[in-house]
């Protein structure tokens, strides 16, 4: 008899013998790890007003009478994922709000906006700021201390650059008339608020506020945390004073935060953030920059294609239109503004290898 007549058996041998093999145990009693991930269907949505710690404040049903702040984590696979004030965050877990609880983020709704900036113009690293503000409003002192155009222009580049639209209010114009400088803003669509210690326009500037989400953002030291203050009176934001030596503000407000603005005409949210010495725009597109200077960008229409507006730049509608004298002072002075930052990327492009 030949061996293949004994292959039904030899089966059969096979399987007894392979069920008799002992299966090792999973030794964490748990179900095998998986790369699906549950749907969270019953996610919420809510309003992330700040974190600290990694700790998210979170508000949830807003403007509703279920509207309550809860405190959540970052979900493990958000790890690499920035979360900051304004976002839209989608939370699951407990979102009871009671004492002790906490929820957890798992994604984030699509922003509409993101204002960032970088440590100065050749940092690739951009620090985000604030996630879905629709307004930017830019605090600047008339005096203690001296106002800092560039600074601003330099705001509102990132304001443009972000889809975010800019104001101006200048503080403590008792103790200098602000006139001069605010020339260097003539012929932009720029909203501006004066404001003195005695005459502070809480109205008009919250009137202002309503219906928007707006960062604020300035120099440490120019009055910033105290109007915030008067806008919120329950903010209770920390407010500094100007060094009198180095003409410095000390750093008070050291974390971003949303704050509900309630007034007459209605309610808004109020972003307070960090005093900040230095804004740079490594960033942002260079193309980008012209928009911030509105009545240059009308002249620079004429210009040849590609034109950088640099100071040595062949054909430059806008270095033609200075040298015809049709600029007037302030709008030679945004030229210069605007041609020191536009040089800033080019140095920057010389710079960077393979180029």
């Not at 040595?312 to 015809?324: K, S, T, W």
Request: hydrophobic letters at 35%.
């Amino acid at each position: 008899m030949s061996w293949l007549d004994d292959s039904d058996d030899l089966e059969d041998d096979f399987e007894e013998y392979e069920s008799s093999i002992r299966t090792r145990p999973n030794p964490k009693g748990n179900r095998p790890r998986t790369k699906r991930r549950p749907a969270h269907d019953d996610a919420q949505i809510g309003r992330v007003l700040g974190v600290d710690r990694g700790r998210y404040s979170v508000m949830l049903d807003e403007g509703t009478p279920d509207e309550r702040m809860i405190t959540a984590a970052r979900a493990r696979d958000l790890r690499r994922n920035p979360i900051v004030t304004g976002d839209q965050a989608k939370v699951v877990g407990d979102t009871t709000g009671e004492d002790g609880t906490l929820g957890r983020i798992i994604g984030i709704v699509d922003r509409t906006s993101l204002l960032r900036r970088s440590a100065d113009d050749t940092d690739q690293v951009e620090r985000v700021i604030v996630a879905n503000a629709d307004q930017m409003l830019v605090v600047v002192a008339a005096a203690d201390p001296e106002p800092r155009a560039r600074l601003v222009d330099r705001y509102l580049v990132a304001a443009l650059d972000a889809g975010i639209r800019p104001l101006l209010v200048v503080t403590k114009t008792d103790l200098a008339d602000p006139t001069s400088f605010l020339a260097h803003f003539d012929g932009l669509d720029l909203r501006v608020f004066t404001s003195a210690q005695e005459e502070m326009p809480v109205d008009e500037i919250g009137a202002a506020l309503v219906g928007h989400s707006t960062v604020f953002v300035g120099h440490s030291g120019v009055g910033k945390s105290t109007l915030v203050n008067a806008l919120v009176p329950s903010a209770l934001r920390a407010t500094g004073h100007v060094n009198q030596v180095t003409g410095r503000g000390r750093h008070t407000s050291s974390s971003t935060v949303s704050l509900r603005y309630v007034g007459p005409a209605g309610t808004g949210w109020v972003i307070d953030t960090p005093g900040v010495r230095s804004f740079g725009l490594g960033h942002v597109d260079p193309a980008n920059i012209l928009a911030a200077f509105t009545e240059l960008a009308v002249i620079a229409q004429d210009c040849p294609r590609g034109c950088t507006h640099l100071a040595d730049a062949p054909d430059c509608a806008l270095i033609e239109a200075a040298e015809r004298g049709e600029l007037s002072e302030t709008g030679r002075a945004r030229l210069d503004s605007l041609q020191r930052l536009l040089q800033t990327f080019a140095d920057k492009a010389e710079q960077t290898p393979g180029r």
